[in-house]
């Protein structure tokens, strides 16, 4: 995973799994599994700023002329 550039949802995603999948084994050293569930945090949390960006994003596509959502929860 690059520094520079986040990687996209998906990939970000799939890695998390990866993660979560070597960490439940637990026959890691401890210094790898720290390391791996510190770069699984930092997934998450670019994961949960992305989910928030498409969210925002669909409620500005979903609004009316004046701003006001079409849609309530309540039709979901």
Same mark, same amino acid.
């Given at each position: 995973?690059?520094?520079?550039? +986040? %990687? !996209?949802?998906?990939? +970000?995603? +799939?890695?998390?799994? &990866? $993660?979560?999948?070597?960490? #439940? &084994?637990?026959?890691? %050293? $401890?210094?790898?599994?720290? /390391? $791996?569930? !510190? #770069?699984?945090?930092? @997934? *998450?949390? /670019?994961?949960?700023?992305? @989910?928030? /960006? +498409?969210?925002? /994003?669909?409620?500005? @596509?979903?609004a009316?002329? #004046?701003?006001? %959502? *079409? @849609?309530? &929860? &309540?039709?979901?």
């Open positions: 995973m690059s520094k520079s550039k +986040a %990687p !996209a949802f998906e990939e +970000a995603l +799939a890695r998390l799994e &990866e $993660l979560v999948n070597k960490l #439940e &084994e637990g026959n890691l %050293p $401890l210094e790898e599994s720290l /390391q $791996l569930f !510190a #770069e699984g945090i930092k @997934l *998450t949390r /670019q994961c949960s700023r992305k @989910l928030e /960006q +498409a969210e925002k /994003q669909i409620s500005i @596509l979903m009316d002329d #004046e701003g006001n %959502p *079409t @849609l309530s &929860e &309540e039709d979901f």
